[in-house]
Nanobody
């Protein structure tokens, strides 16, 4: 069974940092685009960032540009989201996903999804 497993969430004060990790199990996603999404209570899931399988193409949602950095290590089959200057409005469950390309990811068309990790930013 293919799974994506997120880790690294937690409680942090505003202005702080966290690094999320996403590790697939059951198969390798080295040729897939990977991405991060988030869903806050009562809100729809929203795109955060995506990275192509080579790492050469990256997109961010406007509100996280300059604060979040997405990266991947295909040798370790792991994707990361470094989050800095966190704000209370970043509070959400963060999910990772895999898809054939970054355009599908930006359209919220993930093929595989993780269960999510909670990020809570206190003011």
């Amino acid at each position: 069974q293919v799974q994506l497993v997120e880790s690294g969430g937690g409680l942090v004060q505003a202005g702080g940092s966290l690094r999320l990790s996403c590790t697939p199990s059951g198969r390798t996603f080295s040729t897939y685009a990977l991405g991060w999404f988030r869903q806050a209570p009562g809100k729809e899931r929203e795109f955060v960032a995506t990275i192509s399988w080579t790492g050469s193409t990256i997109y961010y949602e406007d509100s996280v540009k300059g604060r979040f950095t997405i990266s991947r290590d295909n040798a370790k089959n792991t994707m990361y989201l470094q989050m800095s200057s966190l704000k209370p409005e970043d509070t959400a469950v963060y999910l990772c996903a895999a898809s054939q390309n970054t355009m599908k990811m930006r359209r919220n068309e993930g093929e595989y999804w993780g269960q999510g990790t909670q990020v809570t930013v206190s003011s």
